[in-house]
């Protein structure tokens, strides 16, 4: 019985102990949101790099349909070559046609959610460097492959 005595004063401590750290990592939390909005504060973008090098590709074309909507977005960056395909800031379910006016790659086709996030501001849903690396903030990674 003292064995189970011990283990309960163990046990109420490490629950307070996993209290304590839950509350912090709230805390850390919510510092985080106001970062995640100032990263959330760009333009909703398509970010196309090439499926082998991760080298931004600048001669593409991203081809936008939704409900009510229809674009075709060429590279409009100035000076050195991002990548960043620049999206309307529009909320809408989108199906994306990503190519490369090359002709070199294979056409790719994307689902994107835009809406507006907890910040006010409408970004892509399935943003950020979690679609491929290097990845880009409030932008939907594309990797070309070459023919």
């Known amino acids: 019985m003292a064995q189970l005595d011990h283990f ?54 991203v081809e936008i349909r939704g409900s009510a909507y229809e674009e075709t977005i060429t590279y409009t960056g100035q000076g050195d070559c991002s990548g960043l395909y620049y999206l309307p800031a529009r909320e809408d379910t989108y199906t994306t046609f990503v190519s490369s006016q090359s002709g070199d790659y294979n056409i790719t086709a994307t689902q994107i959610t835009i809406r507006k996030g907890s910040c006010g501001i409408v970004g892509p849903e399935n943003a950020g460097p979690q679609n491929g690396l290097p990845g880009q903030p409030n932008a939907v990674t594309v990797e070309l492959v070459k023919f």
Do not use: K, M, N, W
């Open 8 to 61: 309960s004063a163990g046990f109420g401590v490490r629950v307070a102990l996993l209290g304590f750290v839950l509350t912090t990592s709230g805390v850390v939390a919510a510092c985080g949101d106001e970062q995640s909005c100032e990263a959330s504060s760009a333009q909703p973008a398509v970010y196309v790099i090439d499926s082998e090098t991760h080298e931004p590709i600048c001669d593409g074309e």
